[in-house]
């Protein structure tokens, strides 16, 4: 099992930044990606972004490309999510999320969740 725990969200300014973070404990070892997502008031979970536990192979949506970057430190099972340049339509509760080597081999989606952490941008 992979638990995970999300940090560093809160209400900021458009045109600021956050520095999203995701702990995870457990059975790292059988880690394949971890992945931001996102959430806003009536709308479905959105991907956000990813990265290969090894390899650091990242993947955006076009919408944040550029503004966020995802980043991990393995020595402390951490992963990151560096947003710049906020806009009012990032605000949403981002979730961290884990997918297992089993997992993708076997074609299910991603196994494990944050319980999410509330990002919130004014105008």
């Known amino acids: 099992q992979v638990q995970l725990v999300e940090s560093g969200g809160g209400l900021v300014q458009a045109g600021g930044s956050l520095r999203l973070s995701c702990e995870a404990s457990?059975?790292?070892?059988?880690?394949?990606?971890m992945g931001w997502f996102r959430q806003a008031p009536g709308k479905e979970r959105e991907f956000v972004a990813s990265?290969?536990?090894?390899?650091?192979?990242?993947a955006y949506i076009d919408s944040v490309r550029g503004r966020f970057f995802i980043s991990r430190d393995n020595a402390k099972n951490t992963v990151y999510l560096q947003m710049n340049n906020l806009k009012p339509e990032d605000t949403a509760v981002y979730y961290c999320?884990?997918?297992?080597?089993?997992?993708?081999?076997?074609?299910?989606?991603?196994?494990?969740w944050g319980q999410g952490t509330q990002v919130t941008v004014s105008s």
């Open positions: 999320a884990a997918l297992t080597i089993i997992s993708t081999t076997r074609g299910r989606g991603y196994d494990y």
């Open positions: 990265i290969t536990w090894s390899g650091n192979v990242t």
């Open positions: 457990g059975r790292t070892f059988g880690i394949h990606t």
